[in-house]
């Protein structure tokens, strides 16, 4: 199943998260997922395995496995790169960890930036601003970063842009300035945030959205996340599994499902050849309008990624 975007590309709705796939197996990774059906990659300058992904790509390519024109490639200008001269940088960057000579979509990863940091210095420099574990923010609009992601677009370099992390809000601003539209919004989305007003409202612009974290918790285990550990894991929570066993499949199943049928792309990640398999093939039955008005009911605003701290880099990370 495929999504048509507002500038009229057409990108499978169902694609692989890249962010912790350890480098030591992201080629293999990637090779895997792409024999499996995979051709939506969502990938990040802040992931630091943009290379090995580049390598999976380039062995599937060379094996005949896929064109290149038959992926979708992605990546995020991460934070210390928002002014105008190091989106160029940036691009340059990515495109040559990738391998590759154009990206498919290239999103702001946050709405906040930061001081430059050269990539010798540290690369994915992650929350480090050059002096110690202090945040020091660039005087940039969001409006220049864009304007500087319009220019890629016209260079070539670039097929689609997209934001990622912005509120209904940021949204609305940038709308105002832009003369590109972005195609995207990539947000935080499992039924513990349901974000039905940012949904409703990013729709109505002609703005498709693509749910990141959908298992909930259960990424941010990994990472000792306090309110992660705190949390009920969604696998394990009744009112999914009582789906989950109404229709005989997994509660893993059950929360993509809603998600796609809620009309997001989603990108799930698993460093598992099992479940990148089972990930991919979800749309093949449905939740009926009760089931997701119960799924949706679980919501409790709880958010995981918000690395929006003015002065304090947040304990997770
Ligand atoms: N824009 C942003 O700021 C942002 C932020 C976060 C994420 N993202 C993107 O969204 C992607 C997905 O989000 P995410 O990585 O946070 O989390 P996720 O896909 O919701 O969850 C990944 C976790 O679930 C496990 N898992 C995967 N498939 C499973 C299945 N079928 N059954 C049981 N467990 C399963 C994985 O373990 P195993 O690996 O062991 O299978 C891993 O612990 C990321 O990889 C990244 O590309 C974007």
């Not at 500038?7 to 090779?31: D, H, L, M």
């Not at 590109?180 to 703005?207: D, N």
């Not at 999914?240 to 997994?250: E, F, G, L, Q």
């Not at 479940?275 to 958010?303: H, P, W």
Request: aromatic share 12%; with cysteine.
């Amino acid at each position: 199943m495929s999504i048509k975007l507002n500038n009229g590309i057409e990108i499978p709705q169902i694609g692989f998260g890249c962010w912790k796939v350890e480098k030591s197996i992201c080629a293999q990774q990637i090779y895997e997922a792409i024999k499996a059906g995979y051709r939506l990659f969502d990938g990040a300058m802040d992931y630091g395995n943009e290379k090995e992904i580049g390598d999976g790509i380039q062995l599937a390519i060379k094996d005949g496995l896929v064109k290149r024109e038959e992926l979708f490639i992605v990546s995020k200008l991460w934070n210390n790169y928002h002014d105008p001269k190091s989106v160029k940088l940036a691009i340059n960057k990515v495109l040559s960890d990738l391998k590759l000579d154009y990206l498919d979509i290239f999103y702001i990863h946050f709405p906040i930036a930061f001081k430059f940091v050269p990539f010798e210095e540290k690369y994915p420099p992650g929350f480090y601003c050059g002096d110690g574990d202090k945040f020091i923010y660039e005087d940039v609009s969001l409006a220049q970063t864009w304007a500087a992601l319009e220019n890629l677009v016209e260079e070539g370099l670039v097929k689609s842009i997209g934001i990622s992390n912005f509120s209904g809000a940021l949204i609305q601003d940038l709308l105002r300035t832009c003369k590109i539209k972005p195609a995207l919004l990539q947000i935080e989305h499992h039924p513990y945030l349901v974000q039905e007003k940012l949904i409703e409202y990013t729709k109505s612009q002609g703005i498709n959205i693509v749910a990141y974290s959908s298992f909930g918790p259960q990424s941010f285990v990994e990472l000792d996340h306090p309110a992660a550990q705190d949390s009920i894991t969604l696998f394990k929570h009744e009112t999914v599994t009582k789906i989950a066993s109404n229709h005989s499949v997994s509660p893993a199943k059950v929360l993509l499902r809603w998600s796609t049928q809620r009309g997001l792309l989603i990108i799930p990640k698993s460093n598992q050849k099992e479940r990148l398999l089972a990930n991919l093939k979800i749309n093949d039955f449905d939740l009926t309008q009760e089931e997701l008005d119960a799924i949706s009911s679980l919501d409790k605003g709880l958010r995981f990624n918000d690395p929006w701290n003015w002065n304090k880099i947040p304990t997770f990370i």
